[in-house]
Nanobody, 126 residues
Framework: QVQLVESGGGLVQAGGQLKLSCRAS????????VAWFRQAPGREREFVAA????????GYADSVKGRATISRDPPKNTALLEMNELIPEDTAVYYC???????????????????WGQGIQVTVSS
């Protein structure tokens, strides 16, 4: 059974940066599409960033474009989300997701992903 475990969340000051990690078991993230989503209190879960089978095929939500970078660390079988210039609106539970369906390009649709982490809280203080 595929397992995804996020780490790296917590409390961050506005203007700061964070690095979230997503470690996978029973799935090789280097070959599978991976994405990050987030859900703020009282809001729907939304797309943040994704990478397709090729590392250069990445996509970002407009709200984080220019501030976020998604990447993979194959030796650790880990996906990463780095964000800087954090704002209070970035406060949310962040979820890592992966798909066993091949896609060269990144995919932003939640329905595409069949493995999800438990989520990790990120709080940005003003």
């Amino acid at each position: 059974q595929v397992q995804l475990v996020e780490s790296g969340g917590g409390l961050v000051q506005a203007g700061g940066q964070l690095k979230l990690s997503c470690r996978a078991s029973h799935l090789t993230l280097a070959f599978n599409p991976v994405a990050w989503f987030r859900q703020a209190p009282g809001r729907e879960r939304e797309f943040v960033a994704a990478v397709g089978a090729r590392d250069e095929n990445t996509g970002y939500a407009d709200s984080v474009k220019g501030r976020a970078t998604i990447s993979r660390d194959p030796p650790k079988n880990t996906a990463l989300l780095e964000m800087n210039e954090l704002i209070p609106e970035d406060t949310a539970v962040y979820y890592c997701a992966a798909s066993r369906t091949f896609s060269v390009n990144y995919v932003s649709a939640q329905s595409f992903y069949d493995a999800w982490g438990q989520g990790i809280q990120v709080t940005v203080s003003s």
